[in-house]
């Protein structure tokens, strides 16, 4: 999803030349509004948002919903009273990055290997060593809008340009439906129409103060001498890297296959709350989306964080590192408890010491899970109630290891046996959720 401003009156004809361009941006249109709507086509028309709760806010706004004003991130409560009669919808990660999976991996890579994932719903691919087969980058880009709307039943908007900053920029100026190709030899005079805040690097902050050196575009800043733009950013790198981009150069490639850093989910309560049983369900909700999405990745993780919130705003951490990575969501589901517990100072009681406003978990050191023994440690086979190394955390400063109680001792601990037997049910879970959707079944852990 793009968040560069639209200048409408770049989305025009820059000519036909395509030679160099062989970097393509392909953003999906409102993607988890639109996969709404491709499986409720009764909504057609409707303004669909997505997110629900008056504390949550908005994932995604079909076009129709964007109209009232309702834009993605906007708190839900805001957007209902801009759109009382828009289609509120919770979010279904499962199923977004189920169909996310299928266009990065069975449509983009058909076309070539070289495709570079930044989100859910975009992607840059370098269509060079694909031209012996498709003649032109224009024609890869039709092929892939067709494809898109003929297997998700979504559209997606497709940028053609030398490098990643333009295509990226046109992909944006071609929303919705479209495609803009940008001439090598355009490019300068293309990004020269931009506000500032179209080039990456370019925050509120920087903004205004380019904006007191009477910055206000991009042609503003290429017309800027190499002095100026040093003492209006102070820093000789800052100065360098917005010289190359306001003239539209950007010499990042594309890097295919980027490894993920962290994968995560987390839910704020409609209510704060002091129930066990209410944050353990949700943390094991969270368990089994994060489980998903590592074993669609083809991931696993080593360190795992839950996180929450307090009625006060304030965040509190903890993590810990497994003795061995893992991808299912039992074992994260088990570990995750053991945290929750040490963190509040809590037993096993149906009521938690503190009340909660949010909370989630998030896995990182991730590594490629064919590569990976996934396998329950010694240590986990002799104890299964028992969690890996505590790495500490804002709540709660005791070293150590910790013991679950209770719900924590949920795991694997019968041995190797028992655990792939959970690994199988839980692969089948996902064959499950990527036809009938992600709330279609969940693993009762």
Not at 90 to 106: G, H, K, L, N
Not at 218 to 247: C, F
Not at 418 to 438: H, P, T
Request: proline letters at 5%.
């Amino acid at each position: 999803m793009s968040s560069s401003p639209r200048v409408k009156a770049a989305d025009r004809d820059w000519g036909h030349d395509e030679s160099g361009c062989t970097v393509l941006h392909v953003d999906m249109d409102a993607f988890y509004a639109s996969l709404e709507v491709a499986r409720h086509p009764e909504l057609r028309g409707r303004p669909v948002i997505v997110g629900t709760g008056p504390r949550s806010v908005v994932s995604a706004a079909s076009y129709e919903a964007r109209r009232f004003g309702v834009n993605s991130a906007m708190p839900t409560s805001r957007a209902r009273r801009l759109c009382p009669e828009g289609v509120f919808l919770p979010v279904d990660m499962t199923y977004y990055r189920s169909m996310s999976r299928i266009a990065m991996e069975e449509i983009l890579g058909t076309v070539t290997d070289a495709v570079e994932q930044v989100s859910v719903d975009e992607a840059y691919i370098d269509a060079s060593g694909a031209l012996l087969r498709w003649g032109r980058p224009t024609a890869i880009g039709a092929w892939i809008r067709r494809t898109v709307a003929e297997r998700l039943s979504v559209t997606c908007s497709v940028g053609v340009a030398s490098n990643k900053l333009i295509a990226k920029l046109a992909s944006t100026m071609a929303k919705p439906d479209g495609m803009l190709l940008v001439p090598r030899d355009r490019r300068a005079e293309f990004i020269g129409m931009m506000p500032l805040r179209s080039v990456p690097g370019i925050g509120p902050a920087l903004e205004r103060r380019l904006n007191v050196w009477g910055v206000h575009q991009v042609s503003d800043l290429a017309a800027m001498d190499g002095d100026g733009l040093l003492r209006a950013t102070g820093s000789q790198a800052a100065a360098r890297t917005l010289a190359l981009m306001a003239a539209g150069d950007d010499d990042r490639p594309v890097v295919a296959h980027r490894l993920a850093k962290s994968i995560g989910a987390e839910r704020t309560f409609v209510r704060d709350t002091r129930d066990a049983d209410a944050v353990l369900g949700l943390l094991r909700r969270c368990c089994d989306e994060v489980a998903s999405t590592l074993r669609h990745r083809g991931l696993a993780a080593r360190t795992i964080s839950v996180k929450l919130r307090l009625p006060d705003l304030h965040y509190s951490t903890r993590s810990l590192t497994l003795d061995s990575p893992t991808d299912m969501a039992t074992t994260l589901y088990r570990h995750a408890t053991a945290l929750l517990r040490a963190m509040l100072n809590a037993g096993t009681g149906p009521t938690l010491p503190t009340a909660l406003r949010l909370a989630g978990i998030s896995v990182s050191g991730l590594s490629a899970a064919a590569s990976t023994a996934i396998q329950p440690s010694l240590d986990d086979l002799d104890n299964p109630g028992e969690a890996g190394h505590d790495s500490g955390g804002a709540a709660s400063r005791r070293g150590g290891t910790i013991r679950g109680n209770g719900p924590a001792n949920i795991g694997y601990g019968d041995g190797t046996d028992r655990d792939m037997r959970m690994r199988d049910a839980e692969k089948a879970l996902d064959q499950v959720r990527n036809r009938y959707g992600g709330d279609s079944v969940r693993l009762g852990l």
